[in-house]
């Protein structure tokens, strides 16, 4: 799967969950399971981003240990392991962003409740 399909995809089924939550009963229960699903979504999504963060810091020491173990011209792997170090801090960036977005929205649900 490409990165754009893996988009399109995860947009369709966020707009499909919408679609679940928003065809709820306004009673106490379908609120209370449409806010866990909505929410449950979005630390999912956090949890993946862990996951890539994770995946792209081991990729740029395995690259460092090419090049400093002088396995590969540096020249060779420069390139690519900045562009792992680049998409560790963006990804982590975006996961710290969610998180407090997420405890910002846990806390208003709490006072509305």
């Known amino acids: ?10 947009k369709s089924f966020a707009l499909r969950v919408m679609k679940v939550v ?9 609120r209370a399971i449409g806010g866990q699903l909505v929410r449950s979504s979005k630390a999912e ?3 993946k981003l862990g996951i890539v963060e994770e995946e792209a810091d081991e990729s740029a020491l395995w690259l460092e240990l ?3 173990g002088g396995l590969l011209k ?6 690519l392991h900045i562009e792992a170090g680049e ?3 963006i990804v982590s960036a975006s996961r710290k962003t969610a998180r407090a977005r997420l ?5 208003k649900s709490k006072i509305a409740n």
Do not use: C, H, Y
Not at 3 to 10: C, D, H, I
């Open 45 to 47: 999504f956090i949890a």
């Open 66 to 68: 090419i090049m400093e």
């Open 74 to 79: 540096e020249r060779l792997v420069r390139d």
């Open 103 to 107: 405890q910002i929205e846990n806390r």
């Open 87 to 89: 998409i560790t801090a």
């Open 22 to 30: 928003d065809a709820l009963p306004r009673n106490a229960s379908g």
């Open 1 to 10: 799967m490409t990165e754009k399909e893996m988009m399109k995809r995860t």
